[in-house]
């Protein structure tokens, strides 16, 4: 079968069909996630990434339940609010013997319900007889694993694999192995309770005989097992009832959302549950990985940007972002690792073919926003928590993380940062846009290196400005007016080489020669988010992204319709992201342009109405909006959930209701605030403000919005400016 949408570039997903036509369904706990049919099985359907994975390995390839030799009729099958559990109704079909019927459909209920907890799958199937009669009917599973590299499954080719060993066959119990060529032993262990009538090295039978209105129940627990070491697995319900309390945990560390629409507080929800989700269990502490499938992993860039969307809501996850990634910057130069001084970290991998370097990213620096983003938000952790202690902790962090930006990111010494592979296997583009034909010219031929992104030059600014207020905090003042006079000279030298009068915003990047890349692009609107703009190039940027060329109706395109590489089912090059508007309407707001921000909030919530679950995902195709009973197009390999897809309406809300958190003062600051046109009142609870919290509601009342303040820790206060 021919791909749907081929991306060229040695590592990323090769699609083959459309998930449009296959819907899965998705749990995440810490390093383990599954991808199943809506049946809850794993089969070799639609892209071929169902599975259950550990580590960046597939542990389970097959898993296939059949009623009666049946395959059961699929009645409902949900993903539950909190994320936690996958729980299907079905009932058997048909079954004739002989010709004969012997069992009417609906005769029997199958209830089944799946949920991940510390590296286990847990499986539950209730069987109910509602028939007159008694029933004698079976329950079979099918399963293999194929220890498949998650590199393996988006289609990289190897030309050695490791050895499957034999199954070994117990009692109540098979396990399957493998040998990795990295010399990892990985085994995958299926127990299954009551033990099953017959047992072999790839299938299982219990027999289910049952009376009228007859229950009975059958539990499997798939653990995933490395280096030959067991550890006692606790049952379903102690497992289930942990790994609620543990989401319980997670959730009320949160600032709750309720407004007065049914549908805005689903988006809402879904958004909170997959946060959690990416967060929960992580052995890195809160930091949420990228997304599921293809990016269950730390990734510096998007943990950055995640933790930047949710600040307001939840600044501990920006306290564990920081953490990590101090603890794991570059030190020397690593060329094969994109590695140099002072540089963070782009992504960690702990899979077979990353621990034998078939491919760079077991521990890869090929980003170069990755360090300018990571002193932004340091900078913006400190403002929002007060926690001065330990951003003092990271400053020599922060530091080197400076230094890399003027040794490193400007090698030619002309002030802006520029990026070019130095690596043989590692990604050719290393902005957000990372595809290999993001960064081009007006006539369609791709930038030569190195490459200055406009939206890099924004994020350095930010850093510096950062930075300075850091260091005016820890009173080091001749510090913070250097790098506040770096960042001036930089917004300077910026308008001059990077805005393009005729195009009415920034030139997406400078080429290798400073030649620009005069092209239309979502990337121009980052430079509203950190303040790098004009206030007079603001205002012609407002418009321009809001144009129809760029602007869909669900939201602002990567690149413009009217350029030579314009393709709605592109990666890069005229998708809609869902992070990249997020961004892009706080910086509108920021810039007093709220109904523009407004704009951006709207179509991506109507966006998210249509989408399976309400989930906003990675990415969506970008073909212009036909009409209000039409959904946007989905693009079809895109992590769903994913971590910054998730954040961006926490960071759309932000924007449109001017929040910010002014911990030492004890004030939460509402800038003329604007409510969504869906919602007439928006309720917030156990805001934090420092070590109190807040609770408040907003109302329309005409046009004007109202104040009430519901609930106040000791002299915490809101300022409602109009």
Aim: glycine share 8%; charged share 25%.
């Amino acid at each position: 079968m021919e791909d749907v949408i081929r991306v060229k570039d040695q590592f990323y997903v090769l699609a083959t069909s459309s998930l449009a036509d296959d819907r899965t369904r998705v749990l995440k706990y810490g390093e383990t996630f599954s991808v199943f049919s809506r049946l809850g099985d794993i089969e070799s359907l639609g892209l071929g990434e169902q599975g259950l994975y550990h580590q960046g390995t597939r542990y389970l390839s097959r898993l296939v339940l059949r009623l009666g030799g049946k395959v059961p009729q699929l009645l409902r099958s949900t993903i539950q609010n909190d994320n936690a559990s996958l729980t299907l109704d079905m009932m058997n079909p048909d079954m004739h013997r002989g010709g004969h019927l012997i069992l009417p459909r609906g005769s029997v209920h199958l209830f089944r319900a799946k949920f991940l907890w510390q590296d286990v799958c847990y499986d539950k199937l209730r069987l109910a007889n509602f028939s007159l009669e008694p029933i004698k009917t079976s329950i079979s599973l099918e399963f293999a694993a194929d220890y498949a590299d998650i590199f393996q499954v988006r289609g990289t080719k190897r030309e050695r694999t490791g050895d499957l060993l034999p199954t070994v066959v117990e009692n109540d119990c098979v396990v399957l192995s493998y040998q990795g060529l990295d010399g990892q032993f990985r085994s995958t262990r299926l127990r299954f309770s009551p033990m099953p009538a017959q047992i072999s090295q790839n299938a299982v039978t219990f027999a289910a005989d049952l009376e009228p209105k007859q229950e009975t129940s059958i539990y499997i627990t798939t653990s995933c097992e490395q280096q030959k070491a067991r550890r006692s697995i606790v049952g379903f319900e102690q497992a289930m009832s942990e790994a609620l309390r543990r989401s319980e945990q997670v959730r009320l560390q949160f600032c709750r959302i309720n407004t007065s629409d049914r549908r805005f507080n689903s988006w809402l929800s879904r958004s909170e549950a997959d946060l959690h989700m990416m967060i929960n269990g992580n052995p890195e502490g809160a930091y949420p990985y990228a997304g599921v499938p293809w990016f269950n992993t730390v990734f510096g860039r998007d943990g950055i940007l995640t933790a930047m969307e949710c600040l307001w809501a939840a600044p501990w996850i920006a306290r564990s972002v920081l953490k990590y990634l101090a603890g794991t910057q570059a030190s020397e130069i690593i060329p094969d690792q994109e590695a140099e001084p002072g540089k963070i970290l782009h992504e960690m991998r702990h899979g077979e073919m990353a621990n034998l370097k078939e491919v760079p990213f077991g521990r890869y620096y090929g980003s170069v926003d990755a360090t300018p983003l990571f002193v932004m938000l340091a900078g913006a952790y400190l403002e929002s928590s007060g926690d001065l202690p330990f951003v003092k902790d990271i400053w020599p962090n922060i530091l080197a993380a400076l230094d890399w930006m003027d040794v490193y990111g400007d090698a030619d010494g002309d002030g802006f940062v520029e990026y070019q592979a130095k690596g043989r296997k590692g990604l050719v583009q290393q902005g957000w846009k990372d595809s290999h034909d993001s960064v081009f010219h007006q006539d369609g031929s791709l930038a030569s290196p190195p490459i200055a992104l406009c939206e890099v030059q924004a994020y350095v600014y930010g850093a510096r400005k950062a930075a300075a207020r850091i260091a005016s905090r820890l009173d080091l003042f001749e510090l913070s007016g250097r790098f506040d006079r770096e960042a001036e000279v930089l917004r300077e030298r910026f308008e001059i080489q990077f805005w393009d009068e005729e195009l009415g915003l920034y030139v997406l990047a400078l080429d290798g020669r400073k030649k620009p890349c005069r092209v239309h692009s979502s990337n121009a609107g980052h430079c509203l988010w950190t303040g790098i703009a004009s206030r007079e190039a603001a205002s012609r940027l407002s418009k321009t992204l809001l144009s129809e060329s760029l602007f869909c109706g669900w939201g602002i395109r990567t690149i413009g319709s009217g350029e030579v590489r314009y393709n709605p089912m592109s990666y890069h090059n005229g998708s809609v992201w869902p992070h990249d508007n997020a961004i892009i309407a706080s910086g509108l707001a920021r810039y007093g342009h709220k109904q523009e921000a407004l704009q951006v909030l709207g179509g991506l919530f109507d966006a998210g109405t249509f989408m399976d679950l309400n989930r906003l995902p990675e990415l969506f195709c970008g073909f212009h909006r036909r009409s209000d009973w039409e959904g946007p197009t989905l693009y079809p390999v895109a992590c769903s959930p994913q971590a910054w897809a998730a954040g961006s309406p926490y960071l759309l809300l932000q924007a449109c209701l001017g929040i910010t958190i002014h911990p030492a003062e004890q004030v939460v600051e509402l800038c003329s605030p604007q409510l969504p046109d869906a919602i007439d009142q928006i309720e917030l609870t156990n805001l934090r403000v420092g070590d109190f919290s807040i609770d408040f509601r907003l109302q329309r009342e005409g046009s004007e919005t109202t104040l009430d303040v519901l609930r106040a820790d000791g002299a915490i206060k809101v300022d409602l400016h109009k």
